[in-house]
Each structure stands twice: as C-alpha cells, then as structure tokens.
C-alpha cells in the first residue's frame, strides 16, 4: 500500500458530519515484521474454520454495575435448543414497551444457557458492538469463536448502544475503553473464583475485536499491554489522538481489518492509511459485496426484517443515519457465505495470534480459491 501524508478527511455517515485523521506513516519508513509466512505454512489453503469447530457452547450473562456481559464459552455436550432473548429484552426500559406484540421477536443467541465448561485455560476475546447495538448483536460469529476454543465475552455499551437511541445526537464511544477495563476486572474475578468461569481463560492470550464504531473500539483498546491482536470489522476509522510510533501499542499488534466493499458508510476510505500505520503484522481481508451489517453480524435476522427496521416499523424514533445502514447487506443472496468467510478468517487469525495453532491455518492467500464467497486477501507476516 502507498504511504501517503497526514491529511485531514471528513467521514460522513447518512448527513451525520464526523472529522476523523486518516494517519499515514509520513515520511518514517516502516520495515515489514519479520516472521513465518502464512503462505508457507502447510495448512496454507485449508478453509478449515469456515464451518463450526468440535466444541459445543455455552452462554451466561453477568451483571455489572452498570451493564451486562454476555460470555460464549466451550463447553459440555448439552440436550435441548439453544437460548434466545426477546428484542423488548433488550431495549432500554423506556423502549421495551413500545415494541408491539407482534413484534416480540426471539433472537437466537447460539449457546445453551449456562452448560458446564468442557475444560479451561482458553484464550480471551473481548467484543465490542456497533452503534446502536447491543451485546448480542454478533452471537452467531462469537459462538463460532466458542466452537474453536476461546472464551469470547461481549458487553452491552449503554455509551453508544440501543440506549444511546434515546439521545438527541450521535453518540461516540464515551468512557468505553474504561467500561471495557472493568468487564476485564470481572472476567478476572470469574476466572479466580468458583463459579461457572472459574480456570476458563488464559490472560496471557487476549485480543479484541469489534463491529463498525466498536472496530474503532477496538483499535483503541489493543493499546492495552495485555492485548496481543485486533481485529475491526467493518470500521477502519482511526481519532485524531492516535499516534503511529512504536511508543502507542496498539500500533505494534497484530491486526487484521475485514471489510465488505458495498459497505454503505464507506468508511473503508480510511483502510489504507489505517493499514499503513500499523507497525506490526497486519491483513486487509475484502469481501466482494456484503454490506456494513450483513455479514458481520445478526442484526437481519429478526423475523426475516432485521432488528433496526423491526423498530422503526414499530414507530419508535430513529436517528436518520441509522437508515443508511440499518439492513445494508442483509437482502444480499451471498449473506450467509459471506458471514462464513468472516467466521474463517477471524477464527485462523485469533487461533495464530493466540496460540491455539502453532502455525497458520487457512491464512495463505491460496485460501480464496477454496471459500464460499468471493474475496481479496493480502497480507504481511
């Protein structure tokens, strides 16, 4: 990719105005990691993660003071459908009422509701949703992480969130990253007590991910010392105070930005310089369609509508920019392949990165000839 100067760009997302720095490397030049790679590993081409892993799943909720966490975790066998939530569940008190009952739709959170653990020791994922979204808006993708072995925990942001659609503006992340900070003190305290999570997560290995204005979360938070990866879904937008020098440390983790290229908000304007900004290993992985919502998440699949039309069908009030990406991707015929591919490509990613797998599986560029769903894929190691 082209190093390009610092310039300044204005992103704007359905009439709402939001100026952002698209950061450059400048004129500091950046060597490439060294390391193995993911062309020469010999599972290259395996599309291996495109389908669920062995294990079966598990979800519990805990309750913070001010929000709740949803935890996708391995666990044992378990009889009987997975859990659900009703969409008036989980809108703000002041909302749920407004919500027809026609409209009480049950949206499947892929898990069974506290199952015993199958083991322990797994590695850490950290999820952030999109805006005006709510924790549960990925659930297929996180049980699919479960699947493969990690622990994946995915906290409301009331910051930003469907709560945020009381507001009168465009909220933007508030004291997220130190909301974030407590829901990692809480997993501590799951992991070291004897509860259901107790021994079920490995602190050494941790990485987040996120979806959209949680990508921009994301981003933010890998400069934790404790994170080892990121990974934004469709969001390559990056603030004005992030600084690409080897001192910020979410510059020098491993990330991989996974896109869709009809993505209404075009935010993936910024995908270059944000790529070329990252000091560490990093991959642009770009799906041939899609959409901003499509194929990242469960937000189409509220009785066939989506959940952001449910409620506007439903007359509650909604901010105009929601329209232009309220359903964007979901009528899309190639949805599910594409979500397949997102399931692969995070899942090999995290596994590499977290050290599930000693060498990458899936993360050679010969992989695109094997997966659902058309795609470009670059890489450095």
Not at 108 to 130: I, M, N, Q, T, Y
Not at 264 to 281: K, Y
Request: charged fraction near 15%; glycine fraction near 10%.
């Amino acid at each position: 990719m082209a190093t390009m100067g610092r310039s300044r760009l204005r992103w704007r997302l359905a009439g709402c105005s939001v100026v952002v720095f698209a950061l450059a490397a400048g004129c500091v030049p950046v060597s490439p990691p060294t390391g193995p790679s993911p062309d020469a590993a010999p599972a290259a081409s395996d599309p291996r993660y495109v389908a669920d892993g062995p294990d079966p799943v598990g979800i519990t909720t805990l309750q913070l003071s001010d929000r709740k966490v949803d935890v996708w975790y391995p666990a044992q066998p378990t009889a009987g459908p997975t859990d659900t939530d009703d969409l008036a569940n989980v809108l703000p008190p002041s909302l749920a009422p407004l919500i027809p009952a026609a409209l009480h739709l049950k949206l499947d959170l892929h898990g069974h509701r506290d199952a015993a653990p199958s083991g322990g020791d797994h590695p850490l994922v950290l999820f952030a949703h999109g805006i005006f979204s709510w924790r549960d808006q990925s659930a297929s993708l996180m049980a699919h992480l479960a699947s493969w072995g990690f622990v994946v925990a995915s906290p409301d942001f009331p910051e930003y969130g469907l709560a945020a659609l009381q507001g009168t503006g465009v909220p933007f992340l508030g004291d997220a990253e130190a909301a974030m900070d407590r829901v990692v003190d809480r997993l501590r305290a799951e992991n070291a007590g004897d509860g259901l999570l107790s021994a079920q997560m490995n602190f050494d290995e941790v990485a987040v991910t996120g979806h959209s204005l949680g990508g921009l979360m994301a981003t933010l938070y890998a400069s934790r010392p404790f994170i080892k990866a990121y990974i934004p879904l469709a969001s390559a937008l990056v603030p004005a105070s992030y600084e690409p020098d080897a001192t910020h440390g979410g510059a020098t983790k491993a990330a991989m930005w996974i896109r869709a290229t009809t993505d209404a908000t075009h935010a993936d304007v910024f995908l270059p310089s944000a790529a070329d900004d990252s000091l560490g290993p990093r991959a642009v992985v770009s799906i041939i369609g899609g959409g901003h919502v499509g194929p990242f998440s469960d937000l189409c699949d509220a009785g066939g509508i989506g959940v952001i039309p449910a409620l506007a069908y439903a007359g509650i009030y909604l901010p105009d920019q929601l329209a232009v990406v309220a359903d964007d991707g979901c009528s899309d015929p190639n949805r599910a392949a594409e979500a397949e591919v997102v399931g692969h490509f995070v899942t090999a990613e995290l596994r590499w990165r977290l050290g599930l797998d000693p060498q990458p599986v899936g993360l050679g560029v010969g992989v695109l000839a094997t997966l659902p769903a058309a795609v470009t894929y670059t890489h450095n190691p």
